[in-house]
């Protein structure tokens, strides 16, 4: 099982959310995240005007069997891309396992993604 | 001590109170916008409401005060500079305090539009519309009612401004709104998608505000405290419709959309507050209830037509609160008038005028929204970029966030 | 211009503004109650604040205005339908005047209660609750004191309502939350768990707004400006044992537990306005700020007695700040008016008739308020289940989250 | 109904609504200090703008009232125990309602300091301040200007405060500010770093709330409702000082900074106030709005020259708004007085009168701040130890987190 | 070491956190996020009413020794279960190195659990 | 490519963020979070004095090359260390791929640190 990291930015959640869907990754969790990368962006706040590196993010996480972590990368990909700095980073690793409270199966059958 | 003029110390101070909760509704209308719409354009909404008001009061000041109290013709009253010429002396009122009370009355026309072109509009745009109601839109047709024109000699009755204040604003949201087209998102596949607003703390302390505000308001708008009667009677029916206008919202929201709303609610006090303005002063307090109650279920289907079925993207209830309760309560003193009204014996003819001034206002707000919003739509944009609005208004037009 | 009746203007007026403020005070709960309870019952708790002003506005004017004025007997006013007798007139006031005054005050009470059943109390009971007070509870016992009811007779002093308005709300409260028993996860294995609340600004905004709305509270229970001196000096009592309770809670908190601590200086303040609320016509400033010390001291002890040894869960310290101080400084009365009071020279009679008043207004309270919630508990029910307390009311009361 | 002293009710009713208003400022203080600071440190903030209010009641009646109107001497009243000596009968007022009006703008001198010297003051030597400048500092300098003191006999005008009220608390927020240092992290290798406050919404809501209460500082200063003319007259230089203020800043901020900025603007509509106090009752709207976008200009610099030149850290801006725009407003009414004005043909004595008061009190203001500053850094210490300030104030000085 | 990420419902937190202290796990981290899932939740916004796959929840996250990772899953399991959709997921994965900040010392016995 | 994720107190979280720009790591995501540790704070709220061992904390996250992992470490350590109880913790994991979102490049060179 492969666990997907995606920061992204806030802005491309729906088309994200949506190229998931279409790939099949129908169950995620997200929170939202301050990045510091390659992107600034202007700020003033009262007499002061400054540059700042840090930029609202989100993390969108979820885990997947292996067969699906190429296809959900590359809608990651198509959907939160804009092609400017900053469009954020996907981290790929290894899950050892996985369960599910409710019911506590563990393993693939876990995950309940439609193949 | 010198001696007093009872009559205008009284009268005065009266006025000037009323002024001071009339302009406490900036507050109000902020916390309901910043309430409503989401937190990266918090920035944005915030200084649209504070600069809207800055505007009105310079140019209701400078030109806009003349325009609607100058003599002039039945249709447009003069062009009196820095409000030079004395319009409150025929109320036995000093000049200043019946301009401070018009000027907050302006004021608030303008900032309507505000939260239905909210999260979208580029802020400069804002500005120069904010100059223009006041300075021209406003004025004129408030001349029609309030300065003596051709409305105030039909009979027109609109004591507080329903149909001059607030259907005003709403009909110039509509029409901004319109032009603008929605918030991104809004509309996806032909479905209609919910946009929750960041906070309902926001907004119920907005709405509060609001409520007292329009203890100054319409109670004010005697502008004399010779008749302690009618100032009371006039607590009485605002606060009842507002009462009432939140009851039936709550029962309306609950049948149809099986739980309480609250969101709903506050247009529902909203609503009725604007449809008792027109009428605050002729109605019964068992009227205002009725009139209240009719509004806050209104304002329900109103918002559902609005979004659903026109789909004009209006984040805060802004038409159908100021435009369509407005016009409603205007046309309900027709009917619940206690002295010439539809249900106290007086006939149709009563409701006919003020379908007239609803009409001829809605007409002229409507009209020259058209005209201002498509010029400058034309001229300098009206609406941010898609990655501005995507982003926030606050990230690009202001480099400030709200919140850190 | 019409002449004046100067006196009339002057006193419709003073009561007309001191009502607003009085108004605005349902802000101020609505505030302190969502600040000092959890953000996932927020939109109930605003609602909660909401729909009792509005019903309480509506049922007052229907039945309550009579009930409690009406000439009646000793014990019980009259049914006078849609408040159509006049009562102002005797004041020299308006009768819708008299009436909104009234009405805001007996709003006023009912919604003291939500704060102490917060967080878990069913949305349709409150509303049922909330008309009950409106039209019987709050109107019977104050037409004992307020009416011309056999405790005005008997020589019973509670100007602007310690007892009347405040312990009523105090009383209900307790017997309310006790009826309720305390949210999920406040007492564990034996041991108080603090909850915390979600914001002290909120708290403290809405402790400034209720500040402010006293200044209309004490005061304007004058019901006329014939008496400026007295208005004045009642200004300054109200101020005083507001400042006073706040220091005294200030200097309890840190020397009780280390730290000057806010959320209780907040319950401080209203503590002092409170106990000072019966007797701030007839105790001197001296005698304010000594009231309003020892309410600030007792406030303390009470909220912890409440919390630690008897266990009823208050999440915002209802019952300590407005039925336990509103009794102390009812009480206090006897010992701190000017003319008559134990410490000026007038023995003890006075403290018994105020003990007498305290004791029979509690009473009252106490016992309408166990045959209500334990109606309600047994017909309707009066908490949610255990899941909907778990996820927050605003998730199944209302689908609607107050922050997004 | 006992007959009535309609000038002395007017005017009683007219200064304690005013007081009411100014009163509500306190509310507004601690709201914009709040929004303009970081969340860590609410807690205390909200506490010590609650606090001083309420030691400010305390010493002004206690003593503060006797130093500042007491006969005494040209530079000091007396000392006159729990205010019982009567100093509003020469106005036509009850004693309390001049106490009241008078114990609300010293608190409002106290209150300015907390903002500049905000997240890093300890709590305790803050109370300590605001003991002595409600019990010494401010009545002394208020006696020369209000009291009958030396600077009224020289004809030097203050009309609301401008230099007895915004600029004492503005120097001493300088020299409290100057004394502490810089909060951590703003000054970093020669670079000075924006420190953003928390959220714009508090600190717009603020704002709107200062504006609302100066309505009663300005109007209200006249404690006399006897020319109904003077006190509209009030209302609009008011008005329209803060709206041009506003409206200079946004430019400003448009130009200097690129894009329009609104936590500078929210200053500059506070600037164009504190500017206009003095002269708020003999400049026309006209020169009010003139003085008004001096002051919205003024400020930008003024906070970017404290900031960035003299790098003494004041995170809202206090000694910017109240003590430079309140000292500038002050000589502007030297220039922009109708009746005497350089502008209005007066020549230079005016000014000249002007620039004595403000030195005077300046002087005054900022050697009795050093004395008392550094007199607290000396005995108990005035500034946190690092890791409080680190991890905010909430948590080591009240262990209670704002936000939950 | 493992490290366990499990996403539950916030109103299980009390208990979670407790079943967790009785198997010998005292220290962990946790945040808010918000859950796509099975779950949907029925929600209304003025005048539309709609149903939401976004559901608050939050993130338990902590590293144990091998040892404890199976009893720290139990008694997840065991605690964050109502049995109804939407109980939430625990992802368990390999960590290489743990350092105490506090000490700079690493591996297991940077993590103060007891045995 | 590791992943190197380091709770620490809040207020450190500047000199932490220098002392990674030192040691060449300019590109990290952060979020605020609830420590619960060894580390417990006295707390008031209204009547009741208690402890409470929820502590605010920030997670600083990264990816880097495996190279700079231990300098990256120790920069962190050096940096966050207060000495006292609750100075944090830092977990070192491996992570199979990075992406970036702009480019679509993937590997080490999709991080873009100076070597
Ligand atoms: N090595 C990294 N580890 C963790 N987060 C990263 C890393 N590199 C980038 N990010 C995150 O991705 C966001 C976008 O990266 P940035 O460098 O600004 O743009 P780009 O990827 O287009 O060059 C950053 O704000 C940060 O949150
Ligand atoms: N594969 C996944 N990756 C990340 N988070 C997940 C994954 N599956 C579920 N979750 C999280 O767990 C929560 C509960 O899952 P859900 O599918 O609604 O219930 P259940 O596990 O009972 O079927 C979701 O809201 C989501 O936050
Ligand atoms: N095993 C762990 N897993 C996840 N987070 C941990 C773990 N141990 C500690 N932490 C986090 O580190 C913070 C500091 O740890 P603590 O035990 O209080 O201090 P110290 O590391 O100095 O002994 C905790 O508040 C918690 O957030």
């Known amino acids: 099982m492969k666990k997907i990291e995606a920061i992204i930015r806030i802005s491309r959640f729906e088309e994200v959310s949506e190229a998931l869907h279409e790939?099949?990754?129908?169950?995620?969790?997200?929170?939202d995240v301050t990045g510091v990368g390659n992107e600034k962006s202007g700020a003033i706040?009262?007499?002061?005007?400054?540059?700042?590196?840090?930029?609202?993010?989100?993390?969108?996480?979820?885990?997947?069997?292996?067969?699906?972590?190429?296809?959900?990368?590359?809608?990651?990909?198509?959907?939160?891309?804009?092609?400017e700095l900053g469009d954020g980073k996907i981290f790929i690793s290894t899950?050892?396992?996985?369960?599910?409270?409710?019911?506590?199966?563990?393993?693939?059958e876990s995950l309940y993604i439609k193949d | 001590m010198e001696t007093m003029d009872f009559t205008m110390s009284i009268n005065t101070f009266w006025v000037l109170i009323?002024?001071?909760?009339?302009?406490?509704?900036?507050?109000?209308?902020?916390?309901?916008?910043?309430?409503?719409?989401?937190?990266?354009?918090?920035?944005?909404i915030l200084f649209k409401n504070l600069m809207d008001f800055c505007i009105a009061s310079l140019g209701f000041w400078a030109l806009g005060y003349g325009i609607m109290f100058g003599a002039g013709s039945g249709f447009l009253g003069e062009i009196e500079f820095f409000s030079n010429v004395d319009h409150g002396e025929a109320l036995g009122l000093p000049n200043y305090a019946f301009l401070f009370f018009q000027l907050v009355f302006a004021a608030t026309a303008a900032t309507i539009v505000s939260g239905a072109m909210a999260e979208r509009t580029k802020f400069s745009a804002y500005l120069i519309y904010s100059a223009v109601i006041t300075l021209v839109i406003y004025p004129i047709s408030g001349h029609w009612v309030w300065g003596g024109g051709w409305l105030a000699s039909i009979g027109f009755h609109d004591f507080a401004g329903s149909t001059v204040v607030h259907s005003v604003g709403g009909w110039l949201a509509l029409v901004g709104a319109a032009?603008?087209?929605?918030?991104?998102?809004?509309?996806?596949?032909?479905?209609?998608?919910?946009?929750?607003?960041?906070?309902?703390?926001?907004?119920?302390?907005?709405?509060?505000?609001?409520?007292?505000?329009w203890f100054g308001f319409n109670p004010g708008s005697?502008?004399?405290?010779?008749?302690?009667?009618?100032?009371?009677?006039?607590?009485?029916?605002?606060?009842?419709?507002?009462?009432?206008?939140?009851?039936?919202?709550?029962?309306?929201t609950w049948i149809r959309y099986k739980k309480p709303n609250l969101s709903m609610t506050l247009n529902g006090v909203l609503a009725g507050l604007v449809?008792?303005?027109?009428?605050?002063d002729v109605v019964s307090p068992g009227g205002a209830v009725i009139i209240g109650a009719m509004a806050g279920v209104l304002v329900v289907f109103s918002v559902e037509f609005f979004d659903k079925i026109v789909k004009i993207d209006d984040p805060v209830g802004a038409i159908s609160v100021h435009g369509v309760c407005g016009a409603f309560g205007t046309i309900m003193v027709g009917a619940f008038a206690v002295d010439g009204g539809l249900f106290y014996g007086g006939g149709f003819s009563y409701i006919g005028t003020q379908l007239t001034g609803v009409a001829a206002v809605g007409a002229w707000a409507i009209g020259t929204g058209l005209i201002l919003f498509y010029g400058l739509k034309y001229i300098l944009g009206i609406r941010v970029s898609r990655k501005e609005e995507e982003n926030g208004l606050d990230f690009y037009e202001h480099g400030e966030k709200a919140y850190n």
């Not at chain 2, 926001?202 to 409520?211: A, D, N, R, Y």
């Not at chain 2, 502008?223 to 309306?252: E, Q």
């Open chain 2, 179 to 213: 032009i603008l087209g929605p918030r991104i998102g809004k509309y996806k596949n032909g479905k209609t998608n919910a946009i929750p607003g960041q906070s309902l703390v926001l907004g119920t302390l907005g709405v509060f505000i609001l409520w007292l505000g």
């Open chain 2, 222 to 252: 005697t502008v004399s405290f010779a008749d302690p009667g009618l100032v009371a009677h006039i607590f009485m029916t605002t606060n009842m419709a507002a009462a009432a206008g939140a009851v039936a919202t709550v029962i309306t």
């Open chain 1, 45 to 83: 706040y009262r007499a002061t005007v400054y540059e700042t590196r840090y930029i609202p993010r989100r993390i969108i996480s979820f885990v997947c069997r292996d067969q699906f972590a190429e296809a959900a990368v590359n809608a990651i990909v198509r959907s939160a891309k804009t092609g």
């Open chain 1, 23 to 31: 790939v099949g990754i129908d169950f995620f969790t997200y929170w």
């Open chain 2, 275 to 280: 449809a008792i303005t027109a009428g605050c």
């Open chain 2, 18 to 44: 009323a002024a001071v909760l009339v302009f406490f509704m900036q507050a109000g209308f902020a916390l309901v916008e910043a309430g409503f719409t989401r937190a990266k354009n918090t920035t944005n």
């Open chain 1, 95 to 108: 899950v050892d396992d996985s369960v599910r409270i409710r019911t506590g199966e563990a393993g693939p």
